[in-house]
């Protein structure tokens, strides 16, 4: 079994930035897939970034393209998902997921029913 917990979120300013990380433990993710999604009041869960843990490739939702970075931390042993130029429309419970056996094609890592592991998620409130 793997756990994921996230951390980071919080309330920040239109225009600001967060970082939110996803820590994985209970058994090695090497090979997996990590991704972000994210689910605002009264909507479906929406996929926002992908990584790939091995060769680091990474995949965006057209909405955050260019404002927002998924990355590895290696000291830390974290997925994090740096957030800038944030917008009241990027509120919503953050959530990490894991992928044990992620496809070759990227289009279909955007895909909620890959993800075998989810973490608790973590609320992002942006304000005016």
């Known amino acids: 079994q793997v756990q994921l917990l996230e951390s980071g979120g919080g309330l920040v300013q239109a225009g600001g930035s967060l970082r939110l990380s996803c820590a994985a433990s209970?058994?090695?993710?090497?090979?997996?897939?990590v991704a972000w999604f994210r689910q605002a009041p009264g909507k479906e869960r929406e996929f926002v970034a992908v990584?790939?843990?091995?060769?680091?490739?990474?995949y965006y939702a057209d909405s955050v393209t260019g404002r927002f970075t998924i990355s590895r931390d290696d000291d830390k042993n974290t997925i994090d998902l740096l957030m800038n130029s944030l917008k009241p429309e990027d509120t919503a419970v953050y959530y990490c997921?894991?992928?044990?056996?992620?496809?070759?094609?990227?289009?279909?890592?955007?895909?909620?029913?890959?993800?075998?592991?989810w973490g608790q998620g973590t609320q992002v409130t942006v304000y005016w």
């Open positions: 997921a894991a992928d044990p056996t992620p496809p070759v094609v990227p289009r279909a890592l955007r895909e909620i029913i890959r993800y075998t592991y």
């Open positions: 209970g058994r090695p993710i090497t090979g997996y897939a």
């Open positions: 990584i790939r843990w091995n060769n680091l490739d990474t």
